[in-house]
Structure formats: C-alpha cells, structure tokens
C-alpha cells in the first residue's frame, strides 16, 4: 500500500499493515500517536522523531520503532518511508520507548516487496510469509544510540528542546543554571538525576545528532565548522566514538549549494 493513511486501514484483520509514504522536504507530522506499533524506516532522508521525553535522529537508511499510543512528532528531511503498523498484542516483546535500529539487507527488502503488498494480502501465501518474516527480523534488531533524553521537568526541557532547535557549542552549565535561577552545583545535579547525564555531556550528543540532518547537504568539514568543532578531525573522533560510525557514512563529498533557510537553520 503507498500513501494510504493508516487511519484508513487500521480496522483490517492483518497483524502487519505495510505502507509506504512519500513525503515533501521538511514536512513535519505534528503531534499525533497510533493505536499500533510502528515500524517507520527511511529508505531515504533523516527523520526526527520527538516524544515527551526525548528525540530520535534516524538517519538515512536506519528505521524507529514507535510504540503503539505513543504521542509523537516527526521532522521528515527528504523522506521516503516505508512503515509497519503492527498490532501490539503481537509484539510484546516491542520496546516501551522510540528505538532507533539498523536495517539490514533482508529486512530493507522484506519492507520494499511488503509495501507493494494491497491491503487484504492474502495471510496463506507468500504475503502473509513475509508478514510474519518482519516481525522476525525485527525483534532481531539492535539499538543505536542517536537519540538524547528530555528532562521531565517544563523548564529543563524547554532548555533542552531550544538547545536541540540551535545548538551553541558556546552554551555552558553556568549559563543554564543560571536560566533556571540555581547554582551550577544544584543544576547539574538536577539534571543528571533527570536525564541520567550530565549537562555538557547531554549538549556535545545533541550538538552531534545536529550534524546528521546537515551531513544531508554538507562536507564534514563545513558541518564540523559550523557546531563549533576545532577540526574534522575532532568532529570525525567524537561522531564516531558517540555513534559507532564516522560522519562520512552520511555526507555527501561535494556539498550541495542548499537553498538559504538551509543554509541557516536546524529543524528539529
């Protein structure tokens, strides 16, 4: 199924409802959650997926496991999905917060034959065999790391969340703490009990998960110049030690020349 809203077919007897979305460049899904899980993979683009406690950077090719009734937001950054909408009873083993995980070549092309699928496949045949594949090879899957949490608290977040919108490598504890009238000893603390990290480790993986959409028009080095980096080499070291992979596995060698709001902002 291809561009068909989900709403559309959540009432129909099938465990797995594959579909596959086009979507305009930085269109955003704003807030809204499904009554099934999804399993939402870019075949192309970044997506960013926001919750009430946390954001997900799932880059090209990477998929997010969304729970089912999950109030969720999503920045797509030239984004072709191809989604899973599962019912949860069959999947207890699905996790209970947005998950980011690699696509292997199996599954990419399990979710490219499953979309073409129409909407009452037949369950005895081969549909239904690679229906239940899916749910095989995903509950195989391992986590990745590009997401950071958000603090509970309504003025932590809203530090987090302009933080995410902007990141400023020049932003330091005292310049937070003082925002929320404590001391920096008494911040930090408060943070660390929130999120589980201190504050300038929170900032250096956002200001990282910042680059991925930006690898998507830029060198490593401009993206590395641009958050505040001293070199590629120092962005190179921190990307790879924060995410397991270099930035060049997302960058394009030759920037494109991006359009001005391109060029300026990070949607988040």
């Known amino acids: 199924m291809r561009n068909i809203p989900s709403d559309d077919v959540d009432h129909l007897d099938r465990v ?55 109030p969720h937001r999503v920045r797509m950054l030239g984004v072709s999905t ?88 020049a932003v330091t504890n005292a310049d937070w703490a003082a925002r929320s009238a404590l001391s920096e000893r008494a911040f930090t603390r408060r943070f660390r009990a929130e999120t589980g990290e201190s504050p300038a480790v929170w900032r250096s993986r956002a200001r990282l998960l910042a680059a991925v959409p930006l ?13 505040g980096y001293a070199s590629p080499a120092a962005f190179t070291a921190a990307f790879t030690r924060a995410f397991g992979t270099p930035p060049s596995r997302f960058a394009r060698t030759t920037a494109a020349r991006p359009s001005p709001a391109q060029r300026v902002t990070v949607h988040f």
């Open 16 to 70: 797995v409802l594959p579909i596959g979305t086009d979507y305009a460049a930085g269109q955003v899904l704003d807030w809204h959650e499904h009554r099934r899980a999804q399993f939402l993979y870019g075949a192309t683009g970044v997506m960013v997926v926001e919750t009430a406690d946390g954001t997900w950077t799932v880059p090209p090719e990477r998929a997010v496991l969304i729970p089912a009734a999950t």
């Open 82 to 169: 191809r989604s899973l909408y599962v019912e949860p009873g069959a999947v207890p083993w699905w996790p209970a917060r947005c998950t980011v995980v690699d696509v292997p070549p199996l599954l990419r092309e399990l979710l490219l034959a499953a979309v073409e699928f129409p909407s009452d496949y037949d369950l005895s045949g081969r549909e239904g065999a690679v229906a239940t594949l899916l749910l095989h090879e995903i509950a195989a899957r391992s986590p990745l790391p590009f997401h950071v949490a958000v603090p509970a608290s309504a003025g932590l977040a809203t530090l987090c969340r302009e933080y995410l919108a902007a990141p400023d490598a």
């Open 215 to 227: 690898l998507r028009t830029a060198t490593v080095t401009e993206v590395s110049g641009r958050l």
